[in-house]
């Protein structure tokens, strides 16, 4: 009797065993489908795949027009196969979550003015993975919108329009939430990055180099981070807006050069940090108006033309600790009251003493001159820009603040500078 | 003709005021680049050197020295000499003399603490300004016969053209402000040498700030070939205008 119900036993597991492990397999052993040019086309790979299959694309010059993609798919090209848009189709529409797309080729995606057209496109996308592809000669390159958590890394774009409104943007996020951009190299979009309605992302390592706008835009996107990008020789530099809650770390802004050009242009920005950037050869360097609550942290300007833009509707900002360095003009306002805060910063033009040897200068610094408020008012009036004449202006009004607002001021520069310049070798002009 | 030139040159050359001159230079420049961190600031130096010392050396020094020659040049015209030769063979002497003090001076540390576009610039800008204002303290020479008011009028000049104009200009351009300046005053900056030297510098030294509205004008301007080219022969004619109107003077005057 017990060895019968113990055989029984014995058989039910044997059963149970082999019920579990077919299950097993069968979840496990996804299908690796592969597309080749000759062979299947990349759609007909779609439709035979089931979620969670993988999907190689072997090298060569695809032509499907729009590839919908709407399972939970793994794709990758192997050599750089090419998925060309002829112009006329957004090339690859993601409508699922967890995909993986990674070592594609993808160009010519189409343009339409009514329509933002993309290399890629999520559509509401979860958990989904872009890195390593080249996009090339794209309206979009990325669009993702209602994306979450999605990462877009290592990518490469490149576009070459010559107008805003007929070309689109390198990395272009509407309301997504938890994205990862990071180490993308992006040139020749509209604007590098642009995020709109993007919450809780992050932003690092990237280099938006020579667009033709900005080279990161962005609205209403709180509580971002951007850490270690480069920003140089974009069209009108680096603007963001209606913002609160940012951080920007270790970034650099170069070579940003025109009538609208800003390294960053904070508008209507508020409780953020700033910290630990570079700001080097900008028309101005960082432009702020109606911002509030930031701090303004060890950066360091150099050699800008205008290294920070003040209005007069910013408060209780604080700057600590910055380094100004070989700037035509420190800081110019367009107020005659300042409610922000300057102290311990280092002004490469500031002539006071230090008699008490703390390494702070004992007289304080007012880094607006006075003929930053007349080129202000007066354009022209940069033809005389360090005359004699002006310069003996400038010195009495350095002594006796009249027209340049008297409560701007740092009590406490610093004679030594605070930040260990980066160890970069600069192009030249 | 050369042997004249020879003749002035060796001895403003060894004129202890020239090496004066010279060692003053070398010693502010080398100085200005080694006491600052940044080589910005001391180019920033230099350019107020090169724009309010060396006008005012060229042409006191140069009217000085006219004066306390006025017997080797009564000489020189009783000679068999052309009285346009022995002016001119003048001017190239003590325009080659203070040049050559300009470029041991300032030319030497800058090229080697320097060696930039915005360095190379501010030196042909120095011997230019030099030049110039060896012909201006000629013309002013030739025009006045007393030593005093001779020399009276060089610093006045001198005077007029690094301070008294852009106080004008200044004055002129807030008078004027409501109208559409930029252009004139692209023009205002072509009469005055000193002006036209400094923005050829500012236009290295100072690019980015130029870059925006308020620099648009002149960029577009003098940051084109054609402008680079226009302002050198302005400055050439800023040479050339009072050597001509000096040398009229003199062939005319009443030794």
Redesign the interface.
Known sequence: MQSAFARRSIFLFCCFGALISMLHTSLIQAATLEARPGGKSIKTCIDQARAGDTLLIHAGHYHEGNINLNKRLYLRGIGWPVLDGDKKYEIISVHADSVHIEGLRIINSGYSSLNDIAGIRLYGSKGSTIRNNQFDNNCFGVYSEYGRSCLIEGNRFRAYGKEEILSGNGIHCWKSDDMRIIGNDIQGQRDGIYFEFVTNSIIWRNNSHGNIRYGLHFMFSHHDAYISNIFSRNGAGVAVMFTHGIRMFNNFFEWN???A?YGLLLKEISDSYIEGNYFS????GLHMEGSSRIQILRNVFE????ALRIQGSCEDDSLLHNDF??N??DVATNSSVSRNFFSENYW?KYEGYDLKHDGIGDVPYHPVSLFSTV?E???????????????LLDKTEKVLPSITPAGLKDDSPMMKRNVRPPNIKHES? | MKKVMKYVLADILRNRIVLLYTALLLVVSCSVFGLEDNADKGMLSLLNLTLIIVPMMCIIFTTIYQYNSAEFIELLVSQPLRRRHIWLSLFAGLAAALSIAFLVGVGLPVILFQPSLTGLTMVLCGVALSVIFVAIALLASARTRDKARGIGKAILLWLFWSLLWDALVLFFLFQLSDYPLEKPMVLVSFLNPIDLARILILLRMDVSALMGYSGAVFREFFGTGTGILVSALALMAWVAVPLWLSTRAFRKKDL
């Open positions: 050069w025109g009538d050009a050869h900008n028309t101005t050699r800008n033309g205008f360095v070989g035509t003009f490469d080129v008012n007066n354009p022209p009036a940069m033809m005389l820009f360090r005359s004699f004449m002006v310069t002009g």
